[in-house]
């Protein structure tokens, strides 16, 4: 008897490996006659793209300006779908055309991530009713990055991620490294092994654990601006799973690359799980810039080369290189993580930092359609292609193929050739049969964008975990601990054979594929492995077919079989010729010449000898009837539409619908088969596929309010026509004035003819009965109030105070307008002029001097009446008598009482200072010299009339002389001194003698 429990098992990605490789080495096998071949389910291939169900984690953008983020989708096939934030009821239907790209812009303040270390329910959901690419790009002017989304099943539960150091900015304390992680599922338990600090102070190579649900999301902050957390570890638990897989996306809120390189800008790229990295890599530049390169390590002891040079990490550790020109190509024993970075403008000379995880090797698509970023600053658009050189004449671009002029050979690998090729804005669609890989990016003055466009491979068939030939007693099963394991067939896969973690098969043993089901024990994820047994008996074969005799180009069912039935066989039919595919059990025949039809069926390893079968069909000379359907058609969902078949006397439709001409009613888009026979017996088919047109989705906005008497623009989307009621208006943008609360309803026609409506109600709310007061007149220099009503808040201008009322003092005659609110946020303005009159000119006249005890005439002009201060006197012209220097205040006032005054000062001057001092006395015949004792500006004495400052006098008797002097100011004043003349002495000496 043989035990068989195989290591290698489909959907087994958790940590029970090195446990399963302990017991599986404790294993001892018997066998009889056996062979053994173990092939791995989930060795590194192709990791799709496409997809129904795609998660995206928007990260913290930090606010340079406006910013957004948009969602593209594209498919090869007519399809719709929706967008959502489940965690938080936010939904969005959308319609993608075949081959042009659909932009969906999420609503930021739902999406995007805020904060580090924060359970979050900001994860963004698309599903889609058939596969599609997406795309996500988050925008803001000077700084772009776009990410390519994988779908949910491409997923997994063990990351580590490549991200960059941030950039140190007291302005903005948020630039830096992060990752966002979006969980698929509840339940979901996540641990983390940063490779930095983070934000929070969880430590660095220290595991924590956090438990998400189904939409939420977790974004980590590194502590330091410092900070990379390129060789993060993010794994699921052991009680979250395989079945749990949840969504990564990693960069940079704005950083340098390379490190001391301006200016910054957003990184922003999903990680690819651990599976789905590769050992060969193939880098090209963008354009002729140089650009860098992140190679991280899962596995220690990993050696890789780039172009021939030697490398050596160990799990968890990069190499960064920097201002790396033209090619490279890379190859490690290992699978490793590549990431290309575009540098910043100062180091690249185009563009700035954006970053990309490369795909490997295998990861390869064969079409897909995407878009460019629209940007006022990205003016360069490229797409980089990278194929096998034998395959590059296969590429096309929208249709056209590429010249093979277009391709440049790698310098290291030359089996590799790649093409840089110029894009205009908006969709493009690039086809290859061979497959390519395709990195989308664009560059400006500090602005860029790169993603890639994606892989893809078609369904493969069953991945065998073990393939057994035996006629022994064996035992097949699995040392994991599995909840409710339970056994069948391929062939019969409902059918419960046994219940069990070990099936023993005892001869005779029926070939097979056995399949063993359970669930993870301790995440109760499923789990399936699978096992083909064979045997070396030859089986019992049986062949049929759905007519022994057919007509020309009649189509006839073959089918052959073993009994008992088994999916472990193949088949191979002979000769082709004619057959629709000659490697299944059953293919269709279309008749042509009579002959006989052999099927060989053998083991998938050769264990059994191959047996043989053959039947023989019979083919009359008569052609087939010649049997139309009719064109193709298209309705609209909902719709119905009649089909008329020719060619026939009997029709019998594949709905059970029986005559010509029937009505088909389809949901869905379907084909209707016609079978008809002519009078001699021999029957033809043909096939009307009825395309079944999704309604657009008509989306006239959402309800809003505007205020009475204004305008408001309806925008509305889905389609290509649009009709509003009411007003009978066109376009998919009106301007309406509704003078009362109005639904609007949008008729919307899309490109198929599909009609469907949406509504929009405007409410209109009444406006403020603004008042702002009449008019006022002021004069020059004087304030005015104003005080408005009609509302619950105001806003004057000029001025922009929200004061009411005002007090305002303008130089000119103003226009004050006052925006009056109301409760409903509808605002009027009114508005209220303020006059401001010229004050009277006014004229005191000039100062005066005076001297004391005289008189002075004062006289004013201008104005209407006048007032002097001091006294109060109300004359124009008026005399005062100051007795010191006085000023002398006019004040006029003009027909609008505005008044203005003058001043004038009258200077009251002293007398001078005229002493002569004391009276004279002098002999008869004698002089004395009389002088003024001040200087003035003029002299007169009397009575000699001298006008000289100094006189000499001889008076021959007593006399008075009186100096009259006037001083500077013309002001007069006199002083007497009386000169006493001694009479004449006469001397007697007597006679002579």
């Not at 304390?173 to 641990?191: H, M």
């Not at 052959?560 to 193949?570: H, Y």
Request: proline share 6%.
């Amino acid at each position: 008897m043989r035990s068989i429990y195989p290591l290698l098992m489909q959907g087994a990605n958790n940590s029970y490996g090195q446990w399963f490789r302990a017991i599986l080495n404790s294993l001892i096998f018997i066998s009889i006659i056996s062979c053994l071949d173990s092939t791995s389910a989930h060795s590194q291939g192709v990791i799709p793209t496409k997809g129904v169900d795609f998660w995206i984690g928007v990260p913290f953008h930090e606010p340079f300006s406006t910013k957004r983020c948009d969602v593209f989708i594209t498919s090869d096939v007519n399809t719709s779908g929706i967008i959502s934030i489940p965690a938080q009821g936010w939904s969005q239907n959308f319609v993608v055309t075949a081959n042009v790209t659909t932009t969906l812009t999420l609503p930021l303040a739902q999406a995007e991530n805020v904060g580090s270390e924060i359970i979050q329910n900001r994860g963004v959901q698309i599903l889609s009713n058939d596969t599609v690419n997406v795309f996500a790009v988050v925008i803001q002017q000077y700084s772009a990055d776009a990410s390519v989304v994988y779908p949910k099943s491409t997923l997994g539960t063990d990351y580590r991620i490549t991200s960059y150091r941030g950039l140190q900015n007291s302005n903005y304390p948020n630039l830096k490294s992060q990752f966002q992680i979006v969980a698929t599922e509840d339940g979901t338990q996540i641990q983390i092994t940063p490779s930095v600090t983070t934000l929070s102070g969880r430590l660095a190579n220290v595991p924590f654990q956090v438990n998400l649900n189904k939409g939420q999301s977790y974004q980590v902050m590194a502590a330091a601006a410092t900070g990379d957390f390129t060789g993060t570890k993010i794994i699921g638990t052991d009680s979250s799973g395989s079945c749990r897989p949840f969504a990564v996306f990693s960069g940079t809120n704005c950083a340098n690359v390379p490190n001391a390189c301006g200016a910054c800008d957003i990184l922003y790229d999903q990680a690819l799980p651990v599976k789905a990295w590769g050992k060969t890599y193939h880098v090209v530049p963008f354009g002729n810039t140089p650009y860098t390169l992140k190679v991280l390590a899962e596995k220690n002891g990993t050696t890789f080369t780039i172009d021939g040079v030697t490398n050596i990490l160990n799990a968890g550790q990069f190499i960064e290189l920097n201002q790396i020109i033209g090619t490279r190509c890379i190859q490690s024993n290992n699978p490793i993580s590549v990431t290309q970075f575009m540098q910043g403008n100062n180091c690249g000379g185009s563009g700035d930092p954006s970053m990309m995880y490369l795909n490997a090797e295998e990861q390869k698509i064969d079409q897909v359609t995407f878009s460019t970023v629209t940007s006022t600053i990205i003016t360069v658009h490229k797409v980089n292609v990278i194929m096998k050189s034998t395959h590059i004449n296969q590429l096309k671009l929208d249709g056209v193929n590429v010249p093979s002029s277009s391709f440049t050979t790698m310098n290291y690998c030359n089996s590799i050739s790649y093409a840089s090729l110029n894009l205009t804005p908006g969709s493009h669609t690039l086809s290859s049969d061979s497959g390519f890989t395709g990195y989308v990016y664009g560059t400006g003055g500090y602005e860029s964008y790169a993603y890639s466009v994606g892989s893809f491979s078609k369904s493969q068939p069953i991945q065998l975990d073990s393939i057994l030939c035996t006629t022994d007693t064996v035992q097949i099963g699995s040392p994991l601990p599995m909840f409710g394991p339970w056994w069948s067939t391929v062939t019969n896969p409902n059918d419960t054979i046994h219940v069990g973690p070990v099936l023993t098969l005892v001869p005779p043993i029926v070939p097979d594929i056995y399949v063993l089901h359970g669930n993870e024990f301790i995440s109760g994820c499923v789990s399936e492995f699978y096992f083909d047994v064979t045997v070396p008996t030859p089986p019992q074969i049986w062949t049929a077919q759905t007519s022994t005799t057919a007509c020309i180009g009649q189509l006839v069912q073959l089918n052959a079989g073993t009994t008992p039935a088994s999916s472990s066989f193949q088949y191979q039919w002979s000769p082709v010729v004619d057959l629709s595919n000659a490697f299944i059990p059953n293919p269709v025949l279309t008749a042509s010449v009579s002959g006989w039809y052999v099927v060989k069926v053998t083991s998938i390893n050769g264990c059994t000898p191959a047996v043989f079968d053959s039947v023989y069909v019979n083919v009359y000379s008569s052609p087939l009837p010649v049997v139309s359907a009719g064109p193709d058609r298209q309705i609209c969902f909902g719709d119905s539409i009649n089909i008329t078949a020719t060619g026939g006397v009997s029709y019998v439709w594949n709905s059970g619908a029986m005559g010509a001409s029937v009505y088909f009613a389809p949901t869905i888009t379907s084909n209707f088969i016609v079978f008809a026979t002519d009078t001699n017996g021999c029957g033809n088919s043909d096939t009307v596929t009825i395309k079944v047109n999704t309604l657009p989705i008509a989306n006239a906005g959402l309800d809003r309010s505007i205020c009475q008497k204004s305008t408001t623009t309806l925008f509305a989307t889905g389609g290509v026509n649009y009709s509003w009621i009411p007003g009978n208006l066109l376009g998919n943008n009106i301007v309406v004035t509704p003078l009362s609360t109005t639904m609007y309803t949008v008729e919307v026609t899309d490109i198929n003819g599909c009609k469907n409506k949406d509504s929009v109600l405007i409410t209109v709310n009444l406006i403020a009965p603004a008042n702002a007061g009449p008019d006022q007149h002021i004069c020059l220099g004087d304030t005015a109030l104003l005080s408005a009503s009609g509302g619950t808040s105001y806003l004057w201008q000029p001025g922009g105070t929200t004061v009411n009322p005002i007090l305002v003092s303008p130089t000119t005659s103003t226009n004050y307008v006052v925006m009056v609110n109301n409760a409903s946020n509808c605002f009027t303005r009114d508005t209220v002029r303020v006059f401001v009159h010229a004050l009277p000119a006014v004229n005191a006249g000039l100062n005066q001097q005076i001297c004391i005890g005289d008189s002075a005439q004062l006289s004013v002009i201008g104005g209407l009446s006048c007032m002097w201060f001091p006294g109060g006197d109300s004359s124009r012209t008026i005399t005062v008598f100051p007795t010191g220097t006085t000023n002398y205040l006019a004040i006029v006032t003009d027909t609008l009482g505005c008044q203005k005054a003058d001043s004038v000062t009258v200077v009251v001057n002293a007398l001078p200072n005229v002493n002569l001092g004391a009276d004279v006395s002098l002999c008869y015949n004698d002089s004395v010299l009389l002088s003024s004792p001040i200087t003035g500006q003029s002299y007169l004495w009397s009575p000699t009339g001298s006008v000289s400052k100094d006189i000499m006098v001889a008076p021959l008797t007593n006399t008075a002389y009186v100096l009259t002097l006037t001083d500077f100011n013309s002001c007069v004043n006199r002083d007497t001194v009386q000169v006493i003349v001694h009479p004449e002495v006469i001397a007697d000496a007597g006679p002579s003698s």
